[in-house]
């Protein structure tokens, strides 16, 4: 058994600390979605953050299944245009 780090335990805690949500979905608090999807409040501006949950916090169960090729928040995240200019430019450094 690997051991986890206490971040992910911290991220994933309000899901698994109760037995009664094995079998459905949980909304997470805008702290709990903050934490959990922004690298523990550094890497996405809190602004961002607050307008995702406010967005999506609706969203039906199994929405993250569409879009199984991509990070958990990257589709969300309003930078991505600018990830996919910079995973691209590594691409072209690398001959790919």
Do not use: C, K
Not at 48 to 68: D, N
């Amino acid at each position: 058994m690997l051991p986890l780090p206490l971040t992910q335990i911290r991220a994933t805690a309000p899901i698994l600390a109760n037995s009664f949500n094995r079998r459905r979905a949980v909304a997470l608090t805008r702290e709990q979605f903050r934490y959990g999807f922004a690298n523990q409040d550094r890497t996405v501006p809190a602004v961002v953050t607050r307008a995702a949950f406010r967005r999506y916090r609706s969203s039906p169960p199994g929405t993250e299944l569409l879009h199984v090729d991509r990070g958990h928040s990257l589709t969300i995240d309003s930078g991505w245009r600018e990830v996919t200019r910079l995973t691209l430019d590594w691409l072209a450094a690398q001959g790919l």
